[in-house]
């Protein structure tokens, strides 16, 4: 029942914003029509339009939740310590999704397992 709500409260603002959009066009082409040429109105109307979509999809993508984490049983504890080979920083793991993780990545690199494999 919230989902419902939630998505109709949604598309309820997406229609909000179109008209508000479409409202803001039609103000420029009148605006623009009286003052400049009409064509140079409608592409700089078009524009704006699109950046405006562009930055409120930005802003929904921020918005959106973060995903739940995984179940504590799917997780394995471990026993690992990693060292960046560009800066030095070490890193202790001890729960990972699998018993042999990827390593982790620092200084736009991977570490270097550290810890001997047993």
Do not use: W
Request: glycine share 6%; proline share 8%.
């Amino acid at each position: 029942m919230s989902e419902m709500r939630a998505e109709s409260k949604r598309s309820l603002s997406d229609r909000a914003v179109n008209i508000g959009l479409l409202v803001l066009a039609l103000t420029g082409l009148v605006a623009g029509a009286l003052l400049a040429d009409v064509f140079e109105v409608l592409v700089a109307v078009v524009i704006g339009y699109s950046v405006l979509r562009l930055g409120l999809a930005m802003l929904r993508n921020l918005a959106r939740p973060l995903p739940e984490p995984p179940d504590p049983g799917i997780l394995r504890k471990v026993k690992l310590e990693y060292r960046c080979s560009i800066c030095g920083a070490e890193v202790r793991m001890t729960v990972a999704p699998d018993e042999d993780p990827e390593p982790p990545r620092h200084c736009q690199d991977e570490m270097d397992l550290v810890t001997p494999i047993e």
